[in-house]
């Protein structure tokens, strides 16, 4: 376990290895931070963890409050009071301490404290992103819980928008932690039904990324070693979750998720979005149950990508029937539920959301062209367990 350990630069510094949260304080003085606002969700906020990280940010003489007003999916009155919260409180830096929903709101916050126009002028269109007053941004420190989104990496935060229930995707390339601690005993009380949810939503960012129809062989090299982190360790995570070195390799895995989708993402999560928008469902067990459907319905443009990720996974006779295989194992092994109808979507909500996850941001990845009415027919796919 002790050469699981290093500082990482690519490019944000990433801290890694057990025990370091130790270093928070450290961390807050290597940015100037003399007074951060920890931002958190209201579950991690009653537990030792935060209660410790603020206490060893107070007893290195630093201002530290915590806010967690915020919800799974966050909305923009989460990001709006946190942004009272960090002017009431004189701050001058944030923690983004949990998983995906309080990195996302952490680092909105930070985006937001130096803008006058709303949030959702800064929606990942076009050239938006210009419009931010950067000078007006402040420092942020991600410090992940989880091991899914990667947000710790992101230079993104996803947004419910509440006046037409859609996720939206808020972008600046400075949206990205200048420093990131990345401590994987701060996963070990991960539940194991989460630990498997999370651990898809890693999968799904390394495998859309692979499967999107750009040039960036970085990002596929990255998306690769990924996906062949999740497959030997997330097993192990969810059937034991004390075993420290598949915390933290899922950990990496989830980091180089969020790294690798800089080259784009796809049909997974456009389906995702609308769900996790109106019915609430969890982002992570959505893209994990979406996966097969999607990746079937994309079979055409994936036959030689798969060939090759299935040598990389080291499966006999690699193909795409191998990489379908193991992915349909890989859920029933830890639990992912088989169709969108076990998440409660039914064949109603089919229309509403075909145009959502056509308007979303990630259909422009997917390997395939895609309209409303393909999505619905994916949708029906997933609600019904065809097609696969």
């Known amino acids: 376990m002790t050469t699981l350990r290093g500082n990482w630069n690519y490019p944000t510094l990433i801290r890694f290895g057990a025990g370091r949260i130790a270093e928070l304080p450290d961390a807050c003085k290597t940015l100037r931070i003399t007074r951060p606002l920890l931002v958190t969700d209201p579950g991690l906020a009653a537990l030792p963890m935060i209660a410790k990280a603020v206490e060893s940010c107070r007893s290195a003489g630093l201002?530290?409050?915590?806010?967690?007003?915020?919800?799974?999916?966050?909305?923009?009155?989460?990001?709006?009071?946190?942004?009272?919260?960090?002017?009431?409180?004189?701050?001058?830096?944030?923690?983004?301490?949990?998983?995906?929903?309080?990195?996302?709101?952490?680092?909105?916050?930070?985006l937001m404290v130096g803008q006058s126009r709303p949030i959702w002028d800064f929606e990942d269109r076009e050239d938006w992103y210009t419009r931010v007053n950067v000078a007006g941004m402040a420092p942020t420190i991600g410090v992940p819980t989880t091991s899914g989104t990667g947000s710790e990496v992101g230079r993104a935060s996803v947004i419910t928008d509440v006046r037409d229930h859609t996720k939206k995707i808020i972008f600046h390339p400075r949206m990205q932690p200048a420093l990131v601690i990345a401590d994987p005993e701060l996963t070990l009380g991960l539940p194991a039904k989460v630990t498997a949810a999370v651990g898809m939503d890693a999968l799904s960012h390394n495998l859309e990324a692979y499967c999107a129809p750009f040039h960036h062989p970085m990002a596929d090299g990255i998306a690769v070693e990924g996906m062949r982190l999740v497959k030997q360790w997330l097993p192990v995570a969810v059937a034991d979750g004390s075993n420290i070195e598949a915390r933290a390799q899922m950990m990496v895995a989830s980091a180089m998720g969020a790294t690798a989708f800089q080259k784009g993402l796809g049909a997974m999560h456009s389906l995702?979005?609308?769900?996790?928008?109106?019915?609430?469902?969890?982002h992570g067990l959505t893209n994990g149950v979406v996966m097969p459907y999607v990746l079937a319905w994309n079979r055409n443009a994936l036959e030689e990508k798969m060939v090759r990720l299935g040598a990389y996974l080291g499966l006999p006779q690699p193909s795409f029937d191998a990489v379908m295989s193991w992915i349909l194992d890989l859920r029933r092994q830890i639990g992912i539920p088989a169709t969108l109808a076990d998440l409660g979507m039914q064949p109603a909500h089919v229309g509403t959301f075909a145009q959502q996850a056509f308007d979303d941001p990630s259909t422009g990845g997917n390997p395939l062209p895609m309209t409303p009415d393909k999505f619905a027919q994916l949708y029906r796919n997933c609600i019904e367990g065809s097609g696969l």
């Open 63 to 110: 201002g530290c409050e915590v806010f967690s007003d915020l919800q799974a999916n966050p909305v923009e009155a989460n990001v709006t009071n946190g942004v009272a919260a960090y002017r009431r409180g004189s701050h001058d830096g944030v923690i983004a301490f949990g998983g995906g929903s309080a990195l996302d709101t952490g680092k909105a916050i930070a």
């Open 272 to 282: 995702s979005h609308p769900c996790s928008a109106n019915l609430n469902t969890h």
